[in-house]
């Protein structure tokens, strides 16, 4: 960094920290290879009004980025009406897995292709996510008019992806990554070169062969004062990139951690969690910044470790890719000193001050006629 950087010319003295990225990808849930869990009618309802669901559990319990499958095997009890039973058996399946996180998605599968089917994926798996495959054109059009969400099952091969990419093209889906994942079927042995550009294009997060799928989010650069107050403001700013094909779909949360750099004085008492108030749901790809003042707690003076993660709701850590090995999900960034010295400026940092040059884009004024 030459002498006349910004950064040399700072108005409060900061610490920028950057991370490498690692050459692989973290593995987390909801990325990646995906295994079917398929299952037949006629084994979870042997006889009517007898279920043995708790197969489902089983069978989830053996594999990674679970996608549930119920084969519409007709069982021996069934003589008519098989579309209404099977809608029935839909929502028993339904109201039995609830939201269970363990479940990556569930395909949408029929007898009759009937709207009545389709509803009893649509209101029983309202938590989960539901697919719904590229070719069904009827279901994806009842589904888009009636603005409910959903997944993208992509079956495709180095002979028919010219096909797929008409699909989309046709039914308007180029958008749907955006807040559902497309999972790539590939029908073919091997992923082939045509397949291989073209998932890039279309965002596919999941796969049923081992790609490098989804999302891919690493640290690139974190800036913060040397040092703040107890009780003070921390002002920080994030640069995230997801290198990745698609964005996060589960709601998740970003976390500071401040803890005592000296491991001798540590304890929960003086261990101190934030959490960050980023929307991150409108996260996507590419880069992503944050800027933040923190409001921090009564802290007694010394210098801290501060480390940064992202957990989804139920606290479960996203790995990130960072050669940091993070600790319960936190990775440490660097330290800061803290004191009591009043620094009421710092709560009013993003008003006047941008680090390393930051400034808000704004449109050209037009100028005035004299």
């Known amino acids: 960094m030459g002498i006349y950087s910004l950064e040399n010319y700072e108005k409060y003295k900061t610490k920028t920290i950057r991370l490498k990225p690692e050459s692989k990808a973290p593995s987390n849930f909801g990325t990646g290879q995906i295994h079917y869990v398929k299952l037949p009618w006629a084994s979870l309802e042997p006889h009517r009004g007898e279920f043995n669901l708790e197969l489902i559990n089983r069978e989830m319990e053996n594999v990674k980025n679970p996608i549930l499958v119920l084969i519409p095997d007709i069982p021996l009890w069934v003589d008519n009406h098989k579309s209404d039973s099977f809608t029935s058996f839909i929502r028993r399946v339904g109201s039995f897995i609830g939201g269970d996180r363990k479940l990556v998605g569930v395909v949408i599968s029929t007898i009759n292709n009937s709207q009545a089917e389709w509803d009893g994926y649509i209101e029983s798996f309202d938590k989960t996510t539901i697919f719904a495959d590229l070719d069904n054109k009827e279901l994806i059009s009842y589904l888009k008019d009636n603005n409910k969400d959903f997944g993208l099952l992509v079956k495709c091969n180095e002979k028919n992806w010219i096909e797929c990419c008409e699909g989309f093209a046709k039914q308007n889906l180029q958008h749907v990554w955006k807040k559902n994942p ?40 974190v800036t913060y004062p040397e040092a703040v107050s107890s009780k003070g403001a921390l002002p920080i700013r994030l640069w995230l990139v997801n290198m990745g094909t698609a964005r996060i779909y589960q709601p998740f949360i970003i976390k500071l951690l401040i803890k005592p750099q000296d491991l001798q004085l540590y304890s929960e008492k003086n261990s101190y969690e934030l959490t960050l108030k980023g929307s991150t749901e409108s996260w996507s790809v590419g880069d992503i910044t944050h800027n933040e003042v923190l409001q921090l707690p009564d802290i007694e003076s010394g210098v801290y470790t501060i480390s940064i993660g992202l957990f989804l709701l139920d606290n479960t850590p996203i790995q990130l890719n960072n050669e940091n090995t993070p600790l319960n999900g936190f990775y440490q960034i660097g330290t800061v000193c803290i004191d009591d010295k009043k620094r009421n400026e710092l709560f009013n940092i993003w008003d006047t001050y941008y680090p390393e040059g930051y400034y808000p884009l704004e449109d050209p004024q037009v100028p005035e006629e004299e």
Do not use: F
């Not at 497309?182 to 045509?194: A, R, S, Y």
């Open 182 to 221: 497309v999972l790539i079927h590939i029908t073919d042995d091997v992923c082939g070169p045509n397949i291989s550009r073209e998932i890039y294009r279309w965002h596919g997060g999941l796969s049923n062969k081992q790609l490098d799928l989804g999302y891919n989010v690493t640290i690139r650069r």
